[in-house]
């Protein structure tokens, strides 16, 4: 250790309340060192040496030095001499033979004693032979042997086990390869395969500390080679690798330190609990979150690079343990690249640096040739080392923009070679944006991918639009994007529309700038940039308005149809916003925004086709969805006057809202419905939009929504959307649109529950009390400010509000309330949920059925303020 620790174990220091108050003094002493900026190296190696300090006594103190065939070794992490604040201190005991019982129980003591301490100790009693076998049936535990380190006792015994251990029967250097790639891939899977998780392991996800482990294990049975020092004096890391690997490794043991000395038990997840603590012993600062996105930017470009590196390795060992790729006959693909196998080479060993724009050559090449899987080890090994000696970006090189361009025009280009770029950092060598954005994240739950991951993914969803087969899930991009003439003008605005986040201001003002420059640089013409501008700047106009804006209002699709201009740019956007959305969070694309976003591009398109300076005719609209519930409602065996008299009291608003086939349905229970004094409520059998629609015809009361929503709450039900109207005789027809717990339809066999369940409090009539439940852990660390905005509308009878807050529970149910408690009317409610935001918008009256006035809603805003901070943990 180079630095002097102030503590011993002495032999008069033994007892264990002296050897937990010398255990917490070195684990203060150590954490005070690294917030003094200590090497984390010397903390890590430290920390084992003090252990050994410890056992060491303790053994002696135990008397076993007088028992000469038995031995004390570490094995594992702390095998290799590294051990974290929190890491398991794994030991064996090894003997030549079984233990006499005086003697196991004296080792039991022993055990006990350590457990007694608090330390995470993982312990194995056993002979060499049993050694042997079992490590032999045993992956992991040969492994661990792998790394045996003789702590104390006898040495010959230890060289028995090394003997055992290192012999060429004990898992050949084949099988050994074979099954740490496996688990390794197995590990992966566990993690997507990908770097980046919202809440990532250090260890063990994919670019963290187990890759590197990974390496030196296979290196040390193959090879021999006890360290990564080692690797690159036997050739196979050069060392540039070596540097970058142990670099890679310092952040990470850093980045484990500072979690370990924030936790009372082992874990190496880097939760939202602990991130920004974390950050902030690492240095990171910075208003609201920057501090905490700063570091976890820098923690997953290592990660990435550690992968990188991982990959290319394991390609190495591969062909050198397994002799795998050298017999393939190469097959020449051009004067600079042949193919061996799945592989792609580079024919000329400086070929990247001599010509750097042959780069793009080989993705070229990969696009071509589906059967091209990756780039050989060789290859990649040049490519790492003519884009660290790259001193201008490829982008500047005439004949790399050519190749470029011709690469986003190639139709198989999405499916690998634009992934493949990004993974081995072509395009942040491409791209000098590109390489700012690459471990960006944003400190919350809406976002799970890092911006460059999103942006690659959004790649590859557009990609999916060119398959009949995703015509169910995505019917308008499959029915869009085939026609679109000039694909590569969304995969630019695809490749730009986050490319401004985390530098300050509007991302999409800046990326808008950005992308006109380059495709103008690029050689497109002026009305192709300015739409790929466009779509940049306005990439979330369209979710923004069909979930959060009321879009059966015909204003509202004017004003749509005034920015977006013609049906090509509308052709765009939508594909760009619905690969978008399926790009940002897997769980975010269901029925519900399919239908929303399906509804807004026709109501459009017809807007376009129609022309702006003919709105569309509301009673038009009116007319058509009556006539076609009327023929349904017909064939039911209604007569024409019955439908007459029911729809003479609705107002013309209902008709406007609703599908034809939601107002037969309606009307059909209706017309069964003989005692209005009894709430009706219907539950649909069939999802709708993605949830479960239930609709509600009610003698009209104060409260009604807000009961309705806290009954609903108390289910554990999520309101989707709200739909709230009266009818001209003083009854309610409000449709909610509802989901589970779980993010799903409700299930059939609940239906009959909550229809009795809300008929209940409906006929009470004295508003539900709110259910009061603790804040979901993913939610326990994030802050959102409550902020109530009123919208202009031209409308002069409806006053839009907006609501951000954290969404926790009861939310909904307590804007409901304030609502009834002030006398205001709700007409409309779109909730919308953005990670832990909630961002709703209400479309609402006064008591008289008119526009809020200031004092009024500075009334509101101040209520809602004080009584969601209420529900704040």
């Known amino acids: 250790m180079s630095y002097q620790c102030p503590l011993t174990f002495e032999p008069n220091q033994l007892a264990v309340d002296e050897l937990k108050a010398q255990l917490e003094a070195f684990a203060h002493f150590q954490k005070q060192e690294f917030l003094n900026h200590h090497p984390v190296t010397d903390l890590v190696l430290g920390r084992a040496e003090f252990i050994d300090l410890m ?4 053994w002696e103190h135990f008397g076993f030095a007088e028992y000469p065939h038995i031995s004390l070794v570490a094995v594992g992490g702390y095998g290799r001499g590294e051990l974290h604040p929190l890491s398991d201190i794994d030991i064996l005991v090894v003997s030549r033979m079984t233990l006499p019982d005086s003697l196991a129980a004296k080792v039991s003591e022993f055990i006990t004693l350590l457990w007694d301490l608090r330390l995470e100790v993982g312990h194995a009693v056993r002979t060499v032979e049993e050694c042997a076998e079992i490590g032999r049936n045993d992956l992991t535990v040969a492994t661990n042997l792998q790394e045996a380190r003789l702590l104390c006792g006898c040495e010959d015994t230890f060289q028995q086990l090394k003997l055992v251990i290192h012999s060429d029967s004990f898992w050949p250097s084949e099988v050994f390869y074979k099954g740490k790639v496996k688990e390794q891939r197995e590990r992966h899977a566990r993690y997507h395969d990908t770097t980046y998780n919202l809440e990532p392991d250090i260890k063990s996800t994919p670019g963290g500390l187990r890759d590197i482990h990974t390496l030196s294990w296979i290196a040390r049975r193959h090879f021999g080679a006890t360290s990564l020092l080692e690797m ?13 690997l142990v670099e890679c490794q310092d952040f990470l043991w850093r980045v484990r330190f500072a979690l370990h000395i924030e936790l009372k038990r082992y874990d190496n997840r880097l939760t939202f609990a602990h991130q920004a603590q974390v950050a902030e012993h690492l240095g990171y600062m910075g208003e609201g979150n920057r501090g905490v996105e700063m570091m976890m930017k820098e923690f997953y470009r290592t990660l990435r690079r550690v992968a990188e590196l991982n990959k290319m390795l394991v390609k190495i060992f591969d062909q050198a343990i397994l002799d795998n790729g050298v017999q393939d006959k190469p097959e020449i693909l051009s004067e600079d690249f042949l193919r061996r196998g799945p592989l792609i080479e580079a024919r000329k060993p400086a070929l990247f640096q001599a010509r750097p724009e042959t780069i793009l050559d080989m993705f070229l090449h990969i696009a071509n040739d589906s059967t091209i899987e990756s780039v050989a080890p060789a290859t990649l090994r040049q490519l790492r080392t003519a884009r660290r000696r790259l001193n201008k970006f490829l982008h500047t090189i005439p004949a790399a923009r050519e190749k470029f361009m011709e690469l986003c025009r190639h139709p198989n280009a999405l499916h690998r070679a634009f992934v493949l770029m990004h993974k081995l950092g072509v395009l942040a060598a491409y791209l000098p944006q590109w390489s700012q954005i690459v471990g960006q994240m944003q400190f919350d739950l809406f976002h799970v991918y890092t911006v460059d991951e999103h942006s690659v993914r959004l790649l590859k969803h557009i990609n999916t639009f060119s398959y009949a087969k995703n015509h169910d899930k995505h019917p ?7 026609r679109i003439q000039k694909k590569e003008l969304l995969i630019l605005a695809a490749i730009f529309h986050d490319i401004g986040k985390g530098r300050g201001g509007d991302h999409s003002e ?19 940039s300015r739409l790929v501008s466009w779509l940049v700047r306005h990439h979330l106009l369209m979710s923004v308005t069909a979930q959060r804006r009321d879009i059966y209002d015909p204003e509202v699709i004017t004003e749509f149809a005034k920015k977006v201009r013609d049906e090509e740019y509308l052709e765009h956007l939508v594909c760009l916003t619905v690969a978008d959305i399926c790009a940002t969070n897997p ?9 929303l976003l399906a509804e807004l591009f026709y109501s ?4 376009l086709r129609r022309g702006l300076e003919n709105p ?5 609209r009116i007319r058509h969805n009556q006539q076609l519930a009327s023929a349904q409602l017909r064939k039911e065996g209604f007569t024409a006057r019955q439908i007459e008299l029911l729809w003479q009291r609705f107002k013309a608003d209902y008709f406007l809202r609703h599908t034809h086939k939601q107002i037969a349905w309606h009307g059909m229970h209706l017309l069964h419905h003989n005692d209005l004094s009894v709430p009706l409520i219907l539950i649909s059998k069939k999802a709708t939009r993605g949830g479960t629609e239930v609709f509600i015809h009610s003698k009209d009361q104060s409260a009604l929504f807000a009961t309705v929503v806290a009954e609903l709450d108390r289910r554990n039900f999520n309101v989707h959307d709200a739909q709230v109207m009266t009818s001209k005789d003083g009854y309610v027809l409000d449709t909610f649109i509802v989901l589970d717990q779980h993010g799903d339809a409700i299930e059939e066999n609940r239906h009959k529950a909550v229809i009795k369940h809300l008929a209940h409090v409906l006929q009470d009539g004295r508003l539900t009390k709110i259910k009061t439940r603790r804040i979901p852990r993913n939610l326990q660390h994030f802050k959102v400010k409550t902020k109530v905005d009123f919208l202009p509308t031209k409308s002069r009878k409806r006053t839009l509000l907006e609501l951000v807050a954290l969404d926790t529970p009861g939310l909904l149910a307590t804007v409901g309330a304030t609502f009834a408690n002030l006398n205001i009317i709700l007409h409309a409610a779109k909730i919308t949920t953005i990670g832990e935001r909630a961002e709703d918008l209400f479309i609402i009256t006064d008591g ?10 500075a009334t509101l805003r101040e209520t809602l303020v004080a009584n969601v901070a209420e529900l704040a943990p």
Request: hydrophobic content about 30%.
């Open 232 to 244: 690159s004096k036997y050739g196979f890391l050069t060392d540039a690798e070596y540097r970058e």
């Open 55 to 58: 056992l060491n006594r303790l």
């Open 604 to 607: 459009t398109q017809r807007a």
């Open 616 to 620: 569309v005719d509301v009673r038009d």
């Open 476 to 482: 308008i991009c499959c029915e869009v994007y085939p």
């Open 848 to 857: 008289q059925g008119g526009q809020l006035n200031e004092q009024q809603q």
């Open 510 to 528: 800046i990326g808008a700038e950005e992308a006109y420059e380059f495709c103008i640089d690029h050689g497109l013409s002026k009305p192709e």
């Open 587 to 595: 769980e975010l694309w269901n029925s519900w925004k399919r239908t």
